[in-house]
């Protein structure tokens, strides 16, 4: 068995994110769905989660509106990181995963480059470096 990576000593650095299709691996560390719905045609054996937090996704009202306006990022981002404010026991949760280690918040998204972990993944690491959490 290869060596696991080494784990950051800044727990604003173990939060990763990664998409639901790909390949679960042991570097992942915790690996927490972070979207609303179940990601389509993954098997909960593959998609091999410690955890489902629906509540931290964007509300149902947000992820629709980004599904249809798809070329507003920059709103996107800034509504979603309002509504991560007002989810602050969530936060905490996830800063507490990245105490103890590296985690990664899963996504369902085709899109890698512009989706709800990338924003979930940079408020979090935002916070815990700020010591907020």
Same mark, same amino acid.
């Given at each position: 068995?290869?060596?696991?990576?080494?784990?950051?000593?800044?727990?604003?650095?173990?939060?990763?994110?990664?998409?639901?299709?790909?390949?679960?691996?042991?570097? #992942?560390?915790? +690996?927490? &769905?972070?979207?609303?719905?179940?990601?389509?045609? /993954?098997?909960?054996?593959? =998609?091999?989660? *410690?955890?489902?937090?629906?509540?931290?996704?964007?509300?149902?009202?947000?992820?629709?509106?980004?599904?249809?306006?798809?070329?507003?990022?920059?709103?996107?981002?800034?509504?979603?990181?309002?509504?991560?404010?007002?989810?602050? #026991?969530?936060? +905490?949760? &996830?800063?507490?995963?990245?105490?103890?280690?590296? /985690?990664?918040?899963?996504? =369902?998204?085709? *899109?890698?480059?512009?989706?709800?972990?990338?924003?979930?993944?940079?408020?979090?690491?935002?916070?815990?470096?700020?010591?907020?959490?």
């Amino acid at each position: 068995m290869p060596p696991r990576p080494p784990v950051p000593d800044d727990p604003a650095e173990r939060v990763r994110i990664k998409r639901a299709y790909r390949a679960a691996r042991v570097s #992942d560390g915790r +690996r927490i &769905l972070v979207d609303r719905l179940w990601p389509r045609g /993954v098997s909960k054996d593959r =998609a091999r989660l *410690d955890g489902w937090i629906k509540d931290i996704a964007p509300s149902n009202g947000l992820r629709e509106w980004f599904h249809d306006h798809s070329d507003q990022w920059d709103v996107f981002r800034s509504r979603y990181e309002t509504e991560l404010t007002e989810r602050g #026991d969530l936060l +905490r949760e &996830l800063a507490g995963y990245a105490q103890d280690g590296i /985690v990664t918040l899963v996504y =369902a998204s085709k *899109d890698e480059e512009h989706n709800n972990a990338m924003v979930l993944r940079d408020h979090l690491s935002r916070r815990i470096s700020r010591k907020e959490i």
